[in-house]
């Protein structure tokens, strides 16, 4: 290969079974490809933005999951966001703030009898906490927004009482732990999407905190990669009532499936 301050050239064999020249040229706004007397875009060389290339999505668009009639127990996840003593549990950072939103819609008892419930009928549970550094060296964008709320009340902090999981949703044998939350989406940069695949999940049943925050942004992620996305609209909460009301009742139509504890127990075949 020659190398240039425009590009580089390498010698190929192409489809004529001739060796020719290949320059590729590295310009402002695209990749381009020059063979003798032609020039041709490189991602037709190389498969890029090809139907080959890896897709953001699990599932391609005529095998996606959402809206199936049938729940298989043993295909399906339980997705349980940041159920932890920072936020339930008295003495949490932010217990004070959803208190009044968890005795609203009751859901950290509901959580608990539908994680049972599902974990007795096969389904996967997944644990999906958050937490940072105590210097917050990790925290993607602390900066701005609910990030930098984190950052700023040193919340979540690895290896404090007010990271652990609350005792109600203890994990037990056989429960999965997701890794590396750091975001609000429980996707981006965690073994989330590697544990659903692995594990055969069509069905991601979404939970948790904060109603319009993390669970939504959840959500959304889930739907578009082609799961079968539910949301427990009553085993959410956030730091209002209203709140909470127009996530559950609005957006979460949108991309998923809404519904109670009670109404996805009774799709396992099983009661609350």
């Given amino acids: 290969a020659t190398h240039t301050k425009k590009g580089c050239r390498r010698k190929i064999r192409t489809a004529s079974s001739k060796t020719t020249s290949l320059t590729i040229m590295m310009q402002p706004a695209r990749v381009i ?11 037709s060389i190389f498969g890029w933005g090809s139907a080959s290339a890896k897709s953001d999505r699990v599932f391609a668009p005529a095998e996606a999951k959402g809206g199936l009639e049938t729940i298989n ?17 008295e003495g949490g950072k932010m217990y004070d703030a959803v208190k009044g939103c968890m005795e609203y819609t009751g859901m950290l008892d509901k959580s608990a009898k539908v994680v049972a419930a599902a974990r007795e009928k096969g389904a996967k549970i997944m644990f999906v906490p958050i937490s940072f550094a105590a210097d917050n060296s990790d925290n993607p964008n602390k900066g701005l927004g609910i ?22 949703m203890s994990p037990v044998e056989g429960d999965l732990i997701v890794k590396n939350k750091k975001g609000l989406d429980a996707f981006p940069g965690t073994d989330l999407e590697e544990l659903l695949v692995s594990n055969g999940i069509e069905t991601v ?3 948790g905190f904060l109603t319009n925050c993390c669970v939504e ?56």
């Fill in 73 to 89: 127990p043993k295909k399906t996840a339980l997705v349980l966001i940041e159920y932890q003593n920072e936020f339930a549990t």
């Fill in 33 to 43: 490809c020059r063979l003798p007397s032609t020039t041709v875009p490189v991602r």
């Fill in 147 to 168: 990030l930098h709320g984190c950052a700023d009340g040193g919340l979540f902090t690895t290896g404090t009482w007010g990271a652990e999981i609350c005792e109600p």
């Fill in 217 to 272: 942004s959840t959500m959304r992620t889930a739907y578009e990669k082609g799961f079968n996305t539910i949301t427990l609209t009553d085993c959410c909460a956030t730091v209002s009532n209203e709140g909470h009301d127009a996530a559950a009742s609005g957006t979460f139509g949108m991309f998923s499936t809404p519904m109670t504890a009670a109404d996805f127990a009774a799709k396992l075949g099983a009661k609350l």
């Fill in 205 to 207: 049943v979404i939970s």
